[in-house]
């Protein structure tokens, strides 16, 4: 069964988002970024490259509260491509230049739309583009929309716009007074699907395949939302009557208040699951494989009402289950899906996770807390599983062996043995390679040995300073063949 959720058996990877490649224009784009990297994972031995999802951000830069769950992130375009189709002037690329430790948001929103403007208005539509906007229909026409209107409203959320406009229907009837912006907001997403495609092809070729990561809700403020508020718990004002999180835990006494509107699943049920279906459709053509973060909504979800400022008085509600994956396999039967079981895992969880077949995740961060957790190697009981050092959500393993303590530090030292002149986080990186599970995914922070302060890409429940961390260069010759020889040495290459 493994094989057929991968295309492979027991194969490695790297976890390493796409605005974190080394580049000189304030953040990785899909160009020589790329497929640099891609070389280097095919030197590497590594089979996988998985992404963070690559949809546009906004307030919070989180790619996870995306104002699309289908477009593509406009900053990730490739300017060199653009210079040399002759859509911007050397001048025009050299103005975009802005070599910084950190991805700089603030600076990227305040210039790259901008230049993209000028872009755009050297471009002479082609067949090609009008069978993407014809391709992409369904969606990329409402996103534009969206976008135009935000655009026009200073990019303040949908909720604070005229009534007429905050009405999607009514905003319909004049969308031809904006034909100018969507054409624009169209063409965006033109370059950015198919630079993508050229750099899953190339990835392709060197016999890299990526994973996707597919956030389970969509982002209030979207298009989503916006243009279907009957697939959302809304009240007749268009606010949330629940929304999304986590309950209280021995690490967050007042609960995650994410502030995802809730799905209507009765409707979406009625309707055949077509938003999902569409949704993830269109994932399988940029991925190979796609990671649906939070599968545990989906057996269970747990709400909150609107308005709370904690998550602690929330309650689980019963989530679609079989229901949705029945309908997914008769429609996606070649879909190559990773769920992730993270978090409170109980029974109907587990039975969904066996119904679908999906790999699961397994966290070593998470595997010596107690004696024989299932996260432990020696526990797994199916190859049919990826198994990581961390998370993008999770310390950087060396800050995280640096806080260990008590029998959880005992545990670590006696579970996972360090080789001479090893240390503690190549010798977690070597327990995860060594386990039976069918894919290892490292992300290049370990690789890097990287502290918190140093390469750390998101902290849960703090508001600032996320996703910005940025590799400092490509990996050189002795990096890439110690990753090689370790990746030969257990039998992953």
């Known amino acids: 069964m493994s094989k057929d959720n991968f295309g492979f058996k027991h194969k490695s990877g790297i976890l390493m988002?796409?605005?974190?490649?080394p580049s000189p224009y304030g953040i990785g784009t899909m160009g020589e970024p790329c497929y640099k990297w891609i070389d280097a994972l095919k030197e590497m031995k590594q089979t996988v490259w998985q992404v963070l999802p690559l949809g546009p951000t906004a307030y919070g830069d989180s790619p996870y509260q995306s104002p699309s769950a289908m477009a593509g992130n406009p900053y990730y375009i490739d300017l060199e491509a653009l210079q040399k189709q002759g859509l911007l002037t050397v001048a025009e690329l050299h103005s975009a230049r802005h070599i910084t430790p950190k991805v700089d948001y603030g600076w990227l929103f305040?210039?790259?739309?901008?230049?993209?403007?000028?872009?755009?208005?050297?471009?002479?539509?082609?067949?090609?583009?009008?069978?993407?906007?014809f391709a992409h229909k369904d969606w990329l026409l409402d996103y534009a929309h969206f976008m135009a209107l935000k655009v026009q409203n200073g990019y303040r959320p949908w909720t604070e716009w005229n009534?007429?406009?905050?009405?999607?229907?009514?905003?319909?009837?004049?969308?031809?007074?904006?034909?100018?912006?969507?054409?624009?907001?169209?063409?965006?997403?033109f370059v950015f699907f198919a630079q993508w495609s050229k750099v899953k092809h190339y990835a392709h070729k060197k016999g890299v395949r990526i994973i996707g990561d597919m956030p389970i809700y969509v982002a209030f403020d979207g298009v989503e939302v916006w243009s279907r508020p009957e697939e959302f718990c809304l009240d007749q004002d268009l606010n949330p009557t629940v929304v999304a999180g986590c309950p209280p835990d021995g690490f967050s006494p007042d609960g995650q208040l994410w502030g995802n509107p809730i799905y209507n699943w009765k409707r979406m049920k009625e309707e055949g699951y077509r938003w999902w279906i569409d949704r993830l459709s269109l994932a399988m053509k940029l991925y190979d494989i796609v990671r649906i973060d939070h599968f545990r909504g989906f057996a269970g979800y747990y709400t909150i009402r609107y308005g709370e400022s904690t998550a602690r008085d929330g309650?689980?509600?019963?989530?679609?289950?079989?229901?949705?994956?029945?309908?997914?396999?008769?429609?996606?039967?070649?879909?190559?899906?990773?769920?992730?079981d993270l978090g409170f895992i109980t029974p109907d969880v587990r039975e969904l996770l066996d119904y679908t077949g999906f790999p699961g995740m397994k966290i070593l961060q998470f595997a010596f807390f107690e004696e024989d957790n299932e996260y432990l190697p020696r526990?797994?009981?199916?190859?049919?599983?990826?198994?990581?050092?961390?998370?993008?959500?999770?310390?950087?393993?060396?800050s995280w062996v640096d806080g260990l303590q008590g029998e959880t530090k005992e545990r670590f030292k006696r579970e996972c043995q360090r080789l001479k002149g090893e240390s503690a986080t190549r010798a977690?990186?070597?327990?995860?390679?060594?386990?039976r599970a069918d894919l290892a995914v490292i992300p290049w922070q370990d690789y890097l040995e990287l502290t918190n302060e140093e390469g750390r890409m998101n902290t849960p429940a703090v508001a600032e300073g996320n996703w910005t961390w940025r590799a400092r260069r490509t990996p050189g010759k002795k990096m890439r063949a110690e990753v090689a020889a370790l990746t030969k040495a257990t039998h992953r290459a």
């Not at 988002?17 to 490649?21: E, I």
């Not at 403007?117 to 090609?128: L, N, S, V």
């Not at 977690?428 to 386990?435: G, N």
């Open 17 to 21: 988002a796409v605005s974190s490649l």
């Open 110 to 133: 305040e210039t790259r739309i901008a230049l993209l403007r000028k872009a755009y208005a050297r471009f002479e539509p082609t067949g090609t583009y009008y069978q993407f906007r």
């Open 163 to 189: 009534k007429e406009e905050r009405d999607y229907r009514q905003a319909l009837v004049h969308r031809q007074t904006l034909t100018k912006e969507i054409g624009f907001w169209c063409w965006v997403q």
């Open 315 to 340: 309650w689980w509600n019963e989530g679609p289950g079989k229901d949705l994956f029945k309908a997914v396999a008769l429609a996606l039967p070649k879909a190559r899906i990773i769920a992730e």
């Open 379 to 398: 526990t797994y009981t199916t190859d049919n599983c990826i198994v990581y050092t961390g998370s993008h959500d999770a310390d950087c393993t060396r």
């Open 428 to 435: 977690l990186i070597r327990m995860a390679y060594e386990s």
